[in-house]
């Protein structure tokens, strides 16, 4: 992709959302870091269905260490997979505790050490809380690089890679949430709204959504409409005598 169409891209992105963050509700470090951890293979929205329970009781790396295993997964029964995040969730706290004086570490290797803490999410992390220029890679992100021509890979690690080495500096801070929101919102996996997506002209998928011709009047309309077409002609025929 030529450069030029690359930052056209990300400033069409921009002007529609100049502002754009993550749809998982939080209000502190920790409690976004609980959040994207607790996303994982589930929607947004069961996520903060669990958390609008959750964080009025227990907010704190020592308050949900407190609930133990057990008092914390009826607090994230909605989310997928449940059981094992409720284990992680507690051996996060611990860890947040015993080797961070519960804070968050501003670093890749202590935050991936942390239990239920990968790549994509130390990226966010990364990212949101201390600003550094990380594009985690997600199945809406690596979908959207792969269509449109941004950054071609056959893993995320590979878009990754190409992203964050040809995303133009003034866009690398908020490409991550961009391009998510495009891919859950516009570019969808099973039908990308082609016909009215903003980057129609600029995207290199060649098998874009077409647009759909409008319906032939059905045989009624049809005739409907003839049955105005003679009364108005018999009216102006009844005017003009
Ligand atoms: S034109 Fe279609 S394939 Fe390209 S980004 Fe938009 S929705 Fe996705």
Known sequence: MHPATR?????????????????LEHGSS????????LSAHTTDKSVNAATRNLFPVANT?????????????????????????????????????????GELPADRAALEALPG????????ILNMVFGQVEIAVDTHIFRVANRTGLAPGKTPR???????????????KDAHHWLLLHGRYVCTARSPACPTCILRDLCEYPRKTPVRAPRPASRRLRRALLAGHDLNRRRRQRTSA
């Open 117 to 124: 803490v990968g790549r994509k999410t130390a990226s966010i």
């Open 61 to 101: 790396p020592a308050a949900i260490l407190a609930l133990g295993v057990e008092g914390l997964k009826p607090y994230i029964r909605s989310v997928g997979l449940y059981n094992t995040k409720a284990r992680n969730l507690i051996g996060l706290c611990q860890q947040l505790i015993e080797r961070h004086g």
């Open 158 to 172: 590979e878009v990754e890679t190409a992203l964050l080495a040809n995303t133009p500096p003034q866009f690398r």
């Open 7 to 23: 930052t056209a891209i990300y400033r069409r992105l921009r002007a529609a959302n100049p502002a754009p963050t993550t749809e």
């Open 30 to 37: 920790f409690e976004l870091l609980v959040a994207v951890m």
